[in-house]
């Protein structure tokens, strides 16, 4: 019923705190993770009215350098790389021929000819190959950089705060990075998140980590882990690939055709193009439930759809999640009902983020 | 509660649910390390009044942050009452799994069926 295997699983070089925290450790992607520490509402919370601090060193880094490199990463993403500028950040989607997502990611620019773009651990192995074999006729190396990054996310309305505290500079506004030392352990900080709070995220040596992570903590940012990490992105309409995206369906239906610029001719583009020309069948689109009860990823919407994240919301209260709607059923407003293993459940489509500051 | 406990005058169901036993009824819930393991719950689907239940087979769930769990009835029986303060507050079954945070009575279908189950000792020794 809850037993899982622990072997074969890596472990990230902040394993030590974690167990010492007493956190449950769950596979993930092939790798050992926090779950939670105290429970998720806690540090759901924590993160929404202070600072957590998460550790996702999991996630995997593609370092690309040399003469082509912005044209190379034009050639696989999604966003247009010419505005990103040298110290900025940039969300983007990987997408196959078909226009299929094959990953979602953040591109920083770390100078001229120099950019280091973060992977979603499931992906990143699959995401190295074909941009290595995408790589052949550019003059660009493309370096694997799992290994060498420690990852963690300090967030919430008090982080910068806290963290710049311990920093030897300003931080980065939103959407930039910049080189800083923190707790004298030197680091790329970027101002990035997945909670829909302010904050920072930062990569660093992994051997660097633990002391990093203590400073902090010792700052006053509370650990989370990848349960409240989930419920946050959800309550703001992040996606998550493997739920929310996958190679089976576009960028378009996922709503994120705002970070598709298709002139630029990135792989893909002429079947994205297709479908915001035509319209796609079906839309991403978030939900409440009206009542008792918490949709999950795989429940049906009776009549066509289906859900693609459901969780609870620690911050409405109610069961929250984002589905895959024919159009006609899409706009906000709309009522559905979710088959609930069996039962259904009236749910109702909302605007984008579920959650803003003040509800 | 943050510390695992056993009592000894529950019998318990290898799926971590417990009955408590009274003669021809019983109260069930589920057990701390299942409480524990599900994480902070927060929702409980009240089964209905007067259903029958059968031994080893779900007869309701309870939903954590992350997930949901199928509850395993220990015994047969009929469901006499439920426990409807949970609808509110479903977070009793993390605070006090034992107490407040039963979830229902049954009047039993076959009180010999009890012993099947296993004392703390026994439970315990199966989370080891």
């Known amino acids: 019923m809850f037993s899982s295997s622990e072997t074969d699983l890596r472990r990230t070089p902040l394993h030590a705190r974690h167990a010492a925290a007493g956190a449950r450790l769950v596979p993930f992607a092939g790798w050992l993770m926090p779950v939670q520490y105290t429970g998720i509402r806690e540090e759901h919370l924590a993160v929404r009215t202070g600072a957590g601090i998460f550790d996702v060193s999991h996630m995997g880094q593609v370092e690309t350098r040399g003469p082509d490199a912005q044209a190379f990463l034009q050639h696989l993403l999604s966003n247009d790389l010419r505005r990103l500028p040298e110290g900025g950040a940039q969300y983007s989607v990987m997408c196959n021929e078909d226009g299929g997502v094959l990953d979602d990611l953040f591109t920083y620019r770390l100078a001229e000819c120099h950019y280091l773009t973060v992977t979603n651990a499931g992906n990143h192995e699959r995401d190295f190959a074909w941009m290595i074999t995408q790589a052949e006729s550019f003059d660009v190396d493309v370096i694997d950089r799992l290994a060498d990054f420690a990852m963690l996310a300090v967030q919430g309305p008090l982080a910068r705060d806290l963290v710049s505290r311990l920093t030897d500079g300003a931080l980065p506004r939103r959407m930039r990075c910049c080189q800083r030392d923190l707790a004298r352990v030197p680091m790329l900080v970027g101002g990035t998140g997945y909670t829909g709070e302010d904050g920072v995220e930062l990569m660093l040596e992994p051997e660097r980590a633990p002391e990093v992570w203590d400073a902090i903590v010792a700052a006053g940012a509370v650990p989370a882990g990848l349960g409240a990490r989930d419920t946050l992105r959800l309550e703001v309409c992040f996606h998550l690939y493997g739920n929310d995206l996958s190679e089976s369906r576009g960028p378009i239906e996922a709503g994120l055709g705002w970070c598709c610029k298709e002139q630029t001719g990135f792989i893909g583009s002429e079947a994205i193009a297709g479908v915001r020309a035509a319209g796609p069948e079906e839309r991403l689109e978030p939900f409440v439930i009206e009542g008792p009860g918490i949709a999950r990823a795989g429940n049906p919407v009776i009549g066509g759809g289906e859900v693609s994240s459901g969780t609870f919301s620690p911050s409405l209260e109610r069961g929250i999640g984002m589905a895959y709607l024919p159009v006609l059923r899409a706009p906000p407003g709309t009522r559905i009902e979710i088959d609930v293993r069996g039962t259904p459940r009236t749910a109702v489509v909302e605007k984008k983020p579920l959650y803003r500051k003040g509800n | ?128």
């Open chain 2, 1 to 128: 509660m943050a510390e695992a406990s056993y009592p000894d005058d529950l019998l318990y169901h290898s799926e971590h649910d417990w009955a408590r036993v009274d003669g021809d009824t019983a109260t069930f819930g589920i057990t701390w390390y299942a409480q524990d393991a599900l994480g902070e719950v927060v929702f409980f689907e009240a089964p209905k009044l007067g259903a029958q239940i059968v031994k080893d087979e779900s007869y309701t769930e309870v939903e954590s942050v992350k997930a949901v769990s199928d509850v395993i009835a220990p015994l047969s029986g009929e469901i006499i009452e439920v426990n409807t303060a949970l609808g509110d507050q479903p977070e009793t079954i993390n605070e006090d799994p034992y107490g407040e945070g039963w979830l229902i009575k049954v009047k039993l279908a076959d009180p010999s069926e009890a012993e099947s189950l296993m004392d703390a000792a026994a439970y315990q020794a199966t989370l080891a």
